[in-house]
């Protein structure tokens, strides 16, 4: 059984290089927990804890398309519908034509309907969205391009809409508290965040080698309020239990999604796209980032390592987080450091830590990103 001194190496070099005051890590292969681990500091003479809640950002995109999911096997979503067939208001200045399906894909072009870090009532962000213009020359579904919280807060609204529960509600009662995901949260109830606050990890903007604490991201006002497509929180070992049950929903298992409603989201559906936020080729399941490195080797962001096949489902987060299945090595990963060193040198971090995984356990010479197809 390997003892990962290859992955530990990478977490410890970066905690030297101030890169990252610290990091949790878990990792399954075919079902068995082979790792679960946490380094370094949380803050000045306080460790890194295993329970600790960390901070995901966007690799919690994927919970909203679960989200969308469990709603589709009950047969109230439909992707091809418009939007504002459930949220009338959505349809202003040419919003009309935009799908649930294309919010997933990223496609929808209303990447300037951002909001940033700093919280603010649900419903005003929401009012700005629905009134918000799309980017000129955009057909939806025809340009891609990442968008980082508006399509997310859509979704989240479309599921209040139909389900009657707010989004964050809806996630941890049938998604996190059904696959044991007791610690983690889109946005803690702000009348039990004292329950949870002595566990809230920090975040650390380190671009500058003097780590500083990420006040929009770690104050309670951020920690409670809902971001769908942003703050997600909780320990890596209960975070891969998402990928754990989707790697076995995918096989054919039963869960909290159908089969065939598991492997829809995770299938390839915006291929050979250029991506207008990333400026690289990325394919793109249904709010799921796929492994897409062989379009440029080496030169891709926010991809799973250098030997993750074709087959890799997940999503990274801003600098920071990476959670994925790997299904050609029944791998399962969720690595989540508490630093943002800026965007080269967190690409180079995250690239040679996943990599060192699959260099770990053996997983080098099959289904390498430009062997296998998906």
């Not at 000045?44 to 919970?63: H, I, R, Y």
């Not at 793109?284 to 492994?291: D, I, P, S, T, V």
């Not at 699959?358 to 099959?366: A, K, Q, V």
Request: hydrophobic share 40%.
């Amino acid at each position: 059984m390997s003892t990962f001194e290859g992955l530990k190496h990478e977490i410890t070099r970066g905690i030297q290089a101030g890169e990252h005051f610290g990091a949790q890590v878990a990792i399954s292969v075919k079902g068995e927990r082979l790792l679960e681990e946490a380094m370094g500091m949380n803050e000045a003479f306080q460790p890194l804890q295993q329970d600790m809640l960390m901070l995901w950002l966007s690799a919690c995109k994927p919970v909203a398309a679960v989200a969308c999911g469990i709603l589709m096997d009950r047969g109230l979503l439909d992707l091809e519908r418009p939007v504002a067939e459930w949220i009338p208001e959505f349809a202003s200045r040419k919003k009309d034509k935009i799908t649930p399906r294309h919010l997933l894909t990223h496609t929808a072009g209303i990447r300037g309907a951002t909001l940033g870090w700093r919280p603010k009532p649900w419903e005003d962000i929401i009012g700005m969205i629905c009134h918000s213009k799309p980017e000129p020359h955009w057909a939806p579904g025809e340009l891609a391009g990442y968008h980082v919280d508006s399509a997310w807060y859509m979704l989240g609204e479309l599921i209040r809409v139909i389900d009657g529960r707010p989004y964050e509600h809806f996630v941890r009662e049938e998604i996190f508290l059904p696959l044991g995901m007791e610690s983690c949260w889109v946005g803690i109830d702000d009348d039990l965040y004292e329950d949870w606050e002595d566990r809230v990890a920090m975040v650390y903007d380190t671009h500058f080698g003097v780590p500083v604490v990420l006040e929009e991201l770690c104050s309670r006002e951020s920690v409670t309020c809902c971001r769908p497509g942003g703050n997600g929180r909780g320990p890596a070992r209960e975070f891969i239990l998402f990928y754990e049950a989707l790697q076995r929903m995918v096989k054919g298992e039963s869960g909290i999604l159908k089969p065939e409603t598991a492997r829809t989201l995770v299938d390839r559906h915006r291929v050979g796209m250029m991506d207008k936020t990333f400026r690289r080729t990325i394919d793109w399941g249904l709010g799921f980032m796929r492994q897409s490195d062989f379009y440029a080797p080496g030169d891709t962001p926010y991809q799973f390592g250098n030997y993750a096949s074709r087959e890799a489902f997940g999503h990274c987060g801003n600098q920071s987080t990476a959670s994925f299945c790997d299904p050609s090595f029944d791998l399962c990963v969720s690595l989540l450091f508490n630093g943002l060193p800026g965007e080269d040198t967190h690409q180079a971090r995250m690239r040679a830590a996943l990599s060192a995984i699959y260099e770990d356990l053996g997983f080098t010479s099959e289904c390498s990103t430009t062997a296998t197809e998906s």
